[in-house]
């Protein structure tokens, strides 16, 4: 068990540019979350999905960011038409399925940078 | 909105016990109280979780009050490497409401 992975670990880009994260759970975790956090902010939901299917989205998550995870593995996050807004560490997080909400386990993060 | 309210930051000297406290004054009963942190540019860290007993696992040992209204975590020798931001949260035990609503937390300094 390696934990959750996220790759890059930093982005940095140009406004107008698309970007996209990649985010490996913890094998057999069902269950992946992302989550956006800005400077002296706690993390804030992004969206959640339990195999491949997306089950949640929060409002934050405007028509330019997508995600998708095809296989039910490893996600992907992506930006399109980024903004200097959009500046911010962007967390994963796993869980495995259970009766109950389980404890989600976070990667490292994408930091952001949109110059 | 979060359902916590947490100190902004707290000073401890290391090799003492950290005392975290959180409210949670409208916690339901079928809410958990968990306990989060963030060590600077990582993603955060689960340290542990409780419904209504107390709890203590390798990292810290949780406290809830029986009215479950409060609860303190407590880190019991600190080291510098506990410096950390320490969220409070609650989440509901089952359904499909599954993601965390994270406050601002505790911004915790362990003082040399």
């Known amino acids: 068990d390696t934990g959750v992975s996220q790759n890059p670990r930093h982005k940095i880009t140009k406004r107008g540019q698309n970007v996209t994260f990649r985010c490996d759970p913890i094998s057999e975790h069902n269950r992946l979350y992302w989550y956006r956090q800005t400077l002296g902010q706690g993390p804030e939901f992004l969206t959640y999905f339990q195999n491949e299917a997306q089950l949640e989205k929060s409002r934050l998550l405007s028509d330019r960011f997508s995600a998708e995870r095809p296989k039910g593995s490893f996600s992907t996050l992506e930006i399109q038409r980024t903004e200097q807004g959009d500046s911010a560490m962007y967390l994963c997080?796993?869980?495995?399925?259970?009766?109950?909400?389980?404890?989600?386990?976070f990667g490292p993060g994408t930091r952001l940078l949109v110059l | 909105d979060a359902k916590t309210t947490q100190p902004t930051s707290m000073d401890c000297a290391e090799g003492r016990a950290a005392n975290l406290p959180c409210n949670h004054s409208t916690i339901s009963g079928n809410e958990y109280v968990y306990w989060y942190r963030q060590i600077h540019s990582q993603g955060p860290q689960y340290i542990i979780h409780?419904?209504?007993n107390n709890e203590t696992n390798e990292m810290a040992s949780l406290i809830i009050t029986e009215d479950r209204k409060s609860s303190t975590l407590i880190l019991p020798h600190a080291t510098l490497r506990d410096t950390a931001v320490y969220y409070c949260?609650?989440?509901?035990?089952?359904?499909?409401?599954?993601?965390?609503?994270f406050g601002k937390g505790t911004r915790l300094h362990i003082l040399p």
């Open positions: 949260i609650v989440r509901v035990a089952w359904g499909r409401d599954d993601k965390i609503i």
């Open positions: 997080a796993s869980s495995p399925e259970g009766v109950g909400q389980e404890t989600q386990y």
């Open positions: 409780g419904l209504k």
